[in-house]
T-cell receptor, first 115, second 112 residues
Framework: DGGITQSPKYLFRKEGQNVTLSCEQNLNHDAMYWYRQDPGQGLRLIYYSQIVNDFQKGDIAEGYSVSREKKESFPLTVTSAQKNPTAFYLC??????????????FGPGTRLTVL | GQQLNQSPQSMFIQEGEDVSMNCTSSSIFNTWLWYKQDPGEGPVLLIALYKAGELTSNGRLTAQFGITRKDSFLNISASIPSDVGIYFCAGQSLGSQGNLIFGKGTKLSVKP
């Protein structure tokens, strides 16, 4: 089945620890995105990547880092520098990254709770 | 910066009622997307609109791309219980490198 997978579904970490969230897609999409969702809020863009080995900061990149070593994978690390990391994290991908009109498809999300 | 205003924030429906929600932006968009999100899940794409004036249906759902390119609406006809959830609009402007701006969502609930 084609799609976007995120793992794990639920993640618990102690304050001060870095944690990496996984996102994999087998849709052969060029672009991948990470969003953060807080209760009652829309989605806010953390990082995006239009092509392998390249990524750009979104609106709320502070305290996060990413890598894009493979087309199908775009892991997100939540570092200890992120002041309020507890949130629902969504990964998305789209067929074409560079400008133009495009449509993003989302994974099932990872709920991160920092204790 | 660009802003999307989605309304209403929440609404209660009775089965069989028609539902309408809309989004307006402070700038021109060249794409409007409508998603539905169930609790604890990722948003699922419902309808994508790419041209001003475009009217597109997906079953009981109908969405339109406003002529001014600054608004869009979503209608749900003859609502059923599984329509409950949060509906998000998202827009994309020229030069945005494919990035979307999201509304804050319309929460649809069933009247008790």
């Amino acid at each position: 089945d084609g799609g976007i997978t995120q793992s794990p579904k639920y993640l618990f970490r102690k304050e001060g620890q870095n944690v990496t969230l996984s996102c994999e897609q087998n849709l052969n999409h060029d672009a991948m995105y990470w969003y953060r969702q807080d209760p009652g809020q829309g989605l806010r863009l953390i990082y995006y990547s239009q092509i392998v080995n390249d990524f750009q900061k979104g609106d709320i990149a502070e305290g996060y880092s990413v890598s894009r070593e493979k087309k199908e994978s775009f892991p997100l690390t939540v570092t200890s520098a992120q002041k309020n990391p507890t949130a629902f994290y969504l990964c998305a991908s789209s067929p074409r990254g560079a400008g133009g009109t495009d449509t993003q498809y989302f994974g099932p999300g990872t709920r991160l709770t920092v204790l | 910066g660009q802003q999307l205003n989605q309304s209403p924030q929440s609404m209660f429906i009775q089965e069989g009622e028609d539902v309408s929600m809309n989004c307006t932006s402070s700038s021109i968009f060249n794409t409007w997307l409508w998603y539905k999100q169930d609790p604890g899940e990722g948003p699922v794409l419902l309808i994508a609109l790419y041209k001003a004036g475009e009217l597109t249906s997906n079953g009981r759902l109908t969405a339109q791309f406003g002529i001014t390119r600054k608004d869009s609406f979503l209608n749900i006809s003859a609502s059923i219980p599984s329509d409950v959830g949060i509906y998000f609009c998202a827009g994309q402007s020229l030069g945005s490198q494919g990035n979307l701006i999201f509304g804050k969502g319309t929460k649809l609930s069933v009247k008790p």
